[in-house]
Every structure is written in C-alpha cells, then in structure tokens.
C-alpha cells in the first residue's frame, strides 16, 4: 500500500511563499505520475501541478507562480508556492499512481491526507 503523507502548510500572509512536501512510502521515484490537487471550503478539488515522467503542467492561475519538482535525494514530491494570494487558499493534496500527465482527480491512485494552506490579506 503506497502511503503519501503531506507537510509545510501554514498560514501566511497575501505575497508570502510556501514550500509543501508530500513524503512517499517507498521510493518517490517508482510513484508513476504525481500531482498536487486542492480543495477549497465549499469547492472541488483540482489539479494544481503534475509530473510526469519530467514534463511538468500547471493550472493556469498558478503558473509561473507554482514549481513541482521530485526530490529523489530526499524522497519528496515538492511544491513551491510564491507570490501566494487568498484565493490560494485550501487543503492541499499529494496525490500518486498516475499513468498520464492529467490534472484530473481520476487518474491518481493514491492520496495523501493534506496539508492546510491558509492565506490573508
């Protein structure tokens, strides 16, 4: 069973950052294609960032804002958030066992528990 647990959420304040990791069970590496999702009070969830096998993809409102990179040394998926505004805010999922690049919440397997992004004016 492939556990994914998620960590740096916080509250911050509107234009700070925040780096997320999301640690795997196993190496990050077998993980197939991994993603961040988020889920606002009251919203769906949605795709964030994607990797898969290198490519990267990022939801309009976060790109050139959001990086999605895998840390094979320290065996984490990692997101850093910049330039953060409150419509950032949410739980924030990590999410694994992709077999295409797709910001969708039906093509990863395995989910995380979240981390809480919280940010104010």
């Known amino acids: 069973q492939v556990q994914l647990v998620e960590s740096g959420g916080a509250s911050v304040q509107a234009g700070g950052s925040l780096r997320l990791s999301c640690a795997s069970s196993?190496?990050?590496?077998?993980?197939?294609?991994m993603a961040w999702f988020r889920q606002g009070q009251g919203k769906q969830r949605e795709g964030v960032a994607t990797?898969?096998?290198?490519?990267?993809f990022y939801l309009t409102s976060v790109e050139g804002r959001f990086t999605i990179a895998l840390d094979n040394v320290k065996n984490t998926l990692d997101l850093q958030m910049n330039d953060l505004g409150p419509e950032d805010t949410a739980m924030y999922y990590c999410?694994?066992?992709?077999?295409?690049?797709?910001?969708?919440?039906?093509?990863?397997?395995?989910w995380g528990q979240g981390t809480q992004v919280t940010v104010s004016t």
């Open positions: 990797i898969c096998r290198g490519s990267t």
């Open positions: 999410a694994a066992g992709g077999t295409l690049r797709s910001l969708e919440v039906w093509a990863y397997n395995y």
């Open positions: 196993g190496a990050i590496s077998q993980r197939g294609c």
